[in-house]
């Protein structure tokens, strides 16, 4: 018995050590090493964004790599107690191994994440499209959806920009997911969901259909990860527009950011400060010139095409159907569900999970 148990540790030690070279901790101890040193600089302290960027890099590195340093040691631990070969320890030490091939189990899903940016956060923008008001109110649904997911994974969400509807719901909003691994958890849902239902918004309660467009970029804050020329912006100012009363911006604080070598758009208006809507926009496009770089297969940013609007109108990922049946589908996956409800309400992971898995064989 003990001798099986001491081949079962054996092999977990050996499949956490191939893990670990696989996602490159020894890479990333030698980069925590190097933050450590930055940080500790006091001179660092002069430029509070900068530091509070490293201090945030190095708490993130800190927290992927200790949980892999953790499991190694108990594993190595657990076969030296395994060779005391005593037959009164023999309950717990199978119960300890039991515990530690679960906390693999967890750990090696990070294997899913080798993108360039899978370990960013997430901006998410979402979009109302052909509908009407029950467009509209779909893409508050949409944006209530991913709100509630990063909530039940106890992620950090702020909304950066909101259009409202003229009856209802949303036009288009950005939201901001920070946490381990979240765009490479939520790239899988770039794309447009369709959603299927009797309309609340028509007195003949007729079925509607209705789409949104939803736009998952890995946040890039850091100007030299995506270098753009200012030679290649054109960047207007102008007054943020709203439904009125004391909330309305008064100065001409909003700003519109076009790339001019893509004809990407990017507009914010959601801060006061005009310089705050600026670097806010900056960001925004930086990370849609990553997403294009990934999607497109580029090296080299300067060969990037312009998004081409239709096809991604086209490109309908996921079903939602709400009347006469209910159910989920993702139509690259094929994964579904009937409970519609839960999914709307933030139980995303089954569908996170087989998307990522459908990449891999792919």
Known sequence: MQQELKKQAEQLSADVSDAMKRIGIAELESKLDKLRTMTADPKLWEDQARAQALMKEQSGLEGRIKPWGQLEQETSELIEMIKLNDSTLEAELHQKYSALRTQYSVLKQELLFNGPYDDRAALVSIHAGAGGTDAQDWAQMLYRMYVRWAESQKLTVTTIDQSAGEEAGIKSATIEIDGPFVYGKLQGEHGVHRLVRLSPFNSDNLRQTSFAKVEV?????????????????????????????????TTDSAVRITHLPTGIVVAIQNERSQLQNKETAMTILRSKLAQLQIAQHLESLSDIKGPNQSAEWGNQIRSYVLHPYKQVKDLRTHHETSDADSVLDGHLDDFINSYLEHEIKE
């Open 217 to 249: 970029l890995p946040k890039i804050d850091e100007p030299d990860q995506v270098p753009v020329d200012d030679k290649e912006l054109k960047i207007d100012v102008y007054r943020s527009g709203g439904k009125g009363g004391q909330s309305v911006n």
